[in-house]
């Protein structure tokens, strides 16, 4: 059993639609034609990967069928928050076989509890047909970031919360990623992002983008607020034994006055596309052309993220891939 790099092939995906007004009071628009022009460049005119795009009612997907080309798929599954990189399933694959591992959820940390994200991951698998794998402890999909060969990265603020799993240990940690996920080598780093509502999700902090090799975002205003935890990462992933990559961060972004947690890390790797968030911000097309380094096979497309920001997240937050076998 092993857990694909999202950089390999997948079947399809599964993004969230933005509807709720409750969660979206201000530029709910916005957000909705943000994540369909991501969901548009992923499925790359049918070329790319299957996109299904997840509304929570037929209102929201008569919106998204205005917004979303002919090739995404509109399905309607209620949930809660869009962001089903935390609530979807987990999936491995073992010879030709796929498992869906269903983590409990809390809304991170009980700080968002929304009818419908508990049980998201379960049904959007059983319309697969995959089989489903259920683990009695809280884990977010976006609080963990492996390379398919059995390295994964994670944070020591969200995984070992004790508003996620009250009585969790590193070691018990390491034995339970290790058995539900095959996971041989963990590398912990410390605090996430500044500001971050998920107690600081590695996918906003470091990711993978080839086997044993992360990158890291390094500070490029000077008044960067998270220039401390860059470098702690950096260090951190280097001791593990990883190669690390560095590229400009957001800088410091603010949102209404505070900061917010604007980050480029935040980017979906799809079969032909690679979507990078864009905030306005000086470094947006620096970072682009850094990623685009990375992956000199794909096409990176930088995409309008700000509307998505003002609800905690981004592209890759936002979408769960389905690996092809």
Not at 24 to 47: K, M, T
Not at 245 to 259: F, K, M, W
Not at 298 to 323: N, T, Y
């Amino acid at each position: 059993m092993r857990w694909p790099a999202e950089w390999e092939p997948h079947e399809a995906v599964w993004i969230g639609f933005p509807g709720n007004p409750q969660e979206w009071p201000e530029q709910l628009a916005e957000a909705q034609r943000e994540v369909a022009a991501f969901a548009n460049a992923i499925s790359d005119n049918g070329d790319g990967e299957r996109v299904m795009l997840v509304c929570r009612d037929q209102d929201d997907a008569d919106e998204a069928g205005l917004l979303a080309h002919d090739q995404v798929r509109i399905l309607i599954e209620p949930f809660g928050d869009i962001w089903l990189r935390d609530t979807g399933p987990i999936i491995t694959v073992a010879g030709k076989d796929r498992q869906a591992h269903d983590f409990r959820f809390n809304g991170w940390g009980g700080k968002f509890e929304m009818a419908g994200d508990q049980d998201i991951g379960r049904r959007l698998a059983a319309l697969t047909g995959m089989d489903i794998l259920s683990h009695d402890w809280v884990l977010e999909g976006g609080a963990i970031d492996g390379d398919g060969a059995g390295n994964l990265i994670t944070t020591e603020q969200c995984v070992l919360n004790p508003n996620r799993n009250s009585v969790l240990t590193k070691d018990q940690a390491n034995q339970n990623l290790g058995q539900a996920l095959n996971i041989k080598s963990i590398c912990w780093l410390g605090d996430g992002l500044m500001a971050d509502h998920t107690d600081g999700h590695v996918d906003n902090l470091a990711r993978f983008v080839a086997v044993g090799k992360v990158v890291i975002p390094e500070a490029h205003d000077p008044d960067d607020a998270n220039a401390e935890i860059f470098e702690d990462a950096a260090s951190r992933a280097v001791s593990a034994g990883l190669e690390v990559a560095r590229i400009p961060s957001v800088g410091r972004y603010e949102i209404d006055g505070s900061i917010a947690p604007a980050s480029y890390m935040n980017f979906y790797i799809g079969n032909n596309v690679v979507a990078v968030p864009q905030y306005g911000a000086t470094a947006d097309d620096l970072a682009v052309e850094a990623i685009a380094e990375l992956f000199s096979e794909r096409k990176v497309l930088g995409l309008p993220s700000k509307a998505l920001l003002r609800g905690g997240g981004s592209f890759h937050c936002v979408s769960q891939q389905i690996p092809r076998l």
